[in-house]
C-alpha cells in the first residue's frame, strides 16, 4: 500500500519533465529564423515588415502590349512586393506600377501601392518613385485599370482589402467614390492626400517614414 500511494506522485513528476523538454524544445524551435523559399536565399530570415522578395515582372515586347506604360493583365504567379499575396487573386483590389524599362509590380491592394510609393527603395532596392511611369488601381465600380495618380479614394469605410482590414477603394470619380463614402462610411480622399499619417494608420506593423507621417507622397 505505501508503494501505491506513491505511484501517483512519480507519474506527475515523469510528466512533468517531459512537460519541460517539451517547453524548452519549442522554445528553442520559435527563436530559430525561418528560412525564405526565395532562390538564392536559403537560411536567410526576412525583416519583420516583409512577408516575401517579390521580383517585378519583365516587359514582354511579344505580348503586343503598347506603350510599354499601359496596364498589364495579373499575372496568376505575380507576388505583392509589400505584404507577398497574390495580386490575381484579389483583382477586385489590384494595383500595379511600371517602371521605365517596362519592368512591373503587382499589388494586392491600392494600400499596398502606397505603401510601395512611400517607400520605394525598401522593396525594390536601387530604384526609385522617380523611376516609375506608370501607377493603376482597379475602378471599384467598373473593375477597370485606372490612373493612381487622377483616381479618388475613399478612406475609413467599412470595405475590408484583402488582408480584411481598411483599406482605400479606388474610384474614377469623385461622384462615384462620394457615393460609395454615403453607403459604406468613410471620407473621399485625392492621390496628393495619402500621406504617411494615412498610411499608419490603416497599416501600422508597416515600414513607412515614421518621422514625416505629414508629408505627401512622391507624384
Same mark, same amino acid.
Given at each position: 500500500?505505501?508503494?501505491?500511494?506513491?505511484?501517483?506522485?512519480?507519474?506527475?513528476?515523469?510528466?512533468?519533465?517531459?512537460?519541460?523538454?517539451?517547453?524548452?524544445?519549442?522554445?528553442?524551435?520559435?527563436?530559430?529564423?525561418?528560412?525564405?523559399?526565395?532562390?538564392?536565399?536559403?537560411?536567410?530570415?526576412?525583416?519583420?515588415?516583409?512577408?516575401?522578395?517579390?521580383?517585378?515582372?519583365?516587359?514582354?515586347?511579344?505580348?503586343?502590349?503598347?506603350?510599354?506604360?499601359?496596364?498589364?493583365?495579373?499575372?496568376?504567379?505575380?507576388?505583392?512586393?509589400?505584404?507577398?499575396?497574390?495580386? %490575381?487573386?484579389?483583382?477586385?483590389?489590384?494595383?500595379?506600377?511600371?517602371? %521605365?524599362?517596362?519592368?512591373?509590380?503587382?499589388?494586392?491592394?491600392?494600400?499596398?501601392?502606397?505603401?510601395?510609393?512611400?517607400?520605394?527603395?525598401?522593396?525594390?532596392?536601387?530604384?526609385?518613385?522617380?523611376?516609375?511611369?506608370?501607377?493603376?488601381?482597379?475602378?471599384?465600380?467598373?473593375?477597370?485599370?485606372?490612373? %493612381?495618380?487622377?483616381?479618388?479614394?475613399?478612406?475609413?469605410?467599412?470595405?475590408?482589402?484583402?488582408?480584411?482590414?481598411?483599406?482605400?477603394?479606388?474610384?474614377?470619380?469623385?461622384?462615384?467614390?462620394?457615393?460609395?463614402?454615403?453607403?459604406?462610411?468613410?471620407?473621399?480622399?485625392?492621390?496628393?492626400?495619402?500621406?504617411?499619417?494615412?498610411?499608419?494608420?490603416?497599416?501600422?506593423?508597416?515600414?513607412?517614414?515614421?518621422?514625416?507621417?505629414?508629408?505627401?507622397?512622391?507624384?
Amino acid at each position: 500500500m505505501h508503494a501505491l500511494r506513491h505511484r501517483p506522485t512519480r507519474r506527475k513528476a515523469l510528466w512533468a519533465g517531459l512537460a519541460g523538454v517539451g517547453a524548452l524544445t519549442a522554445a528553442a524551435f520559435w527563436k530559430l529564423p525561418l528560412p525564405t523559399a526565395t532562390p538564392g536565399s536559403a537560411g536567410q530570415s526576412l525583416p519583420d515588415d516583409v512577408c516575401v522578395v517579390a521580383p517585378p515582372t519583365p516587359f514582354n515586347p511579344a505580348s503586343g502590349l503598347l506603350p510599354l506604360e499601359a496596364p498589364r493583365a495579373i499575372p496568376a504567379d505575380a507576388r505583392c512586393p509589400v505584404c507577398g499575396m497574390y495580386p %490575381a487573386r484579389s483583382a477586385q483590389w489590384a494595383a500595379q506600377a511600371i517602371f %521605365a524599362n517596362g519592368d512591373a509590380h503587382f499589388f494586392d491592394s491600392p494600400l499596398s501601392l502606397f505603401q510601395y510609393l512611400a517607400n520605394v527603395g525598401q522593396y525594390s532596392p536601387g530604384r526609385t518613385a522617380q523611376d516609375l511611369v506608370a501607377r493603376y488601381v482597379t475602378d471599384t465600380d467598373t473593375g477597370a485599370w485606372i490612373a %493612381a495618380d487622377t483616381a479618388m479614394y475613399v478612406d475609413g469605410s467599412s470595405a475590408r482589402g484583402p488582408m480584411r482590414a481598411g483599406n482605400l477603394p479606388a474610384f474614377a470619380s469623385a461622384e462615384a467614390a462620394r457615393r460609395f463614402a454615403g453607403q459604406r462610411g468613410g471620407h473621399v480622399i485625392a492621390f496628393g492626400n495619402v500621406d504617411n499619417t494615412v498610411l499608419y494608420r490603416l497599416a501600422p506593423g508597416r515600414s513607412v517614414d515614421h518621422s514625416a507621417h505629414q508629408r505627401p507622397l512622391v507624384k
